[in-house]
């Protein structure tokens, strides 16, 4: 099982999954893991920039962090770069390709569930769709984004509106997706509001 949290940059898509996991991770034995598209994306951008150069951190992966912890206004734009990037001269489906490649050695099972935090493109919200999943699109207006540490440089970049409207893929699965504002709510609001449907669309069509 899939779910999918679409929406701009601070509207807490990363704070919702790590509470989803919280709460619901005991309904799924085989497990629960948040994964993200921007993964394979940092492993690859690790072994570019610190391939041969990692020490005295134990892995090309572990300096990458490192240095996206302390320097993310330098690495955002690297992300962002070598992502679109490689969609464009390789396919825009380079990097759900990524992903569906980790998943498959995950338990082929419905007793897993698999959150992935930074849905931003219509291709990934289809991949997520089209296996029976779920997208849950948060916003918020832009003046709390503003005040929860997001620019407008950044809010203004592809990658952060190319799904700032409702898309196709939305639509015709429209049965699917939910929304929320999270406007002045706490991960466990934002869960709160929206758990019943959750579990509905998980498990409520097998009844």
């Keep these: 099982m899939i779910i999918g949290i679409l929406g701009q940059m601070r509207t807490g898509k990363t704070s919702l999954a790590r509470q989803i996991k919280s709460e619901m991770e005991e309904q799924f034995p085989n497990g629960c893991f948040i994964h993200s598209f921007a993964e394979p994306l940092r492993t690859e951008c690790a072994l570019t920039f610190f391939g041969e150069h990692y020490r005295p951190h134990p892995s090309p992966r572990t300096a990458w962090d490192v240095a996206e912890a302390t ?8 992300l ?3 992502g679109e990037g490689k969609r464009r001269l390789l396919g825009r489906d380079y990097w759900v390709n990524k992903v569906k490649e980790w998943a498959s050695y995950l338990p082929t099972s419905p007793d897993h569930l698999i959150i992935m935090d930074d849905v931003r493109h219509e291709n990934e919200a289809r991949w997520i769709l089209e296996n029976n999943g779920i997208i849950i699109r948060l ?49 466990a609001g934002v869960l709160k509001g929206l758990r019943r449907f959750i579990e509905e669309l998980l498990w409520g069509e097998e009844e």
């Design 139 to 187: 916003t918020a207006d832009r003046k709390t984004l503003i005040e929860r540490g997001a620019s407008e440089e950044r809010l203004a970049h592809y990658s952060e509106t190319a799904m700032i409207q409702r898309s196709a893929v939305e639509k015709e699965y429209a049965h699917r997706c939910l929304a929320m504002r999270t406007n002045g709510l706490s991960p």
């Design 71 to 78: 320097n993310k206004e330098v690495c955002r734009p690297i």
């Design 80 to 82: 962002q770069a070598i």
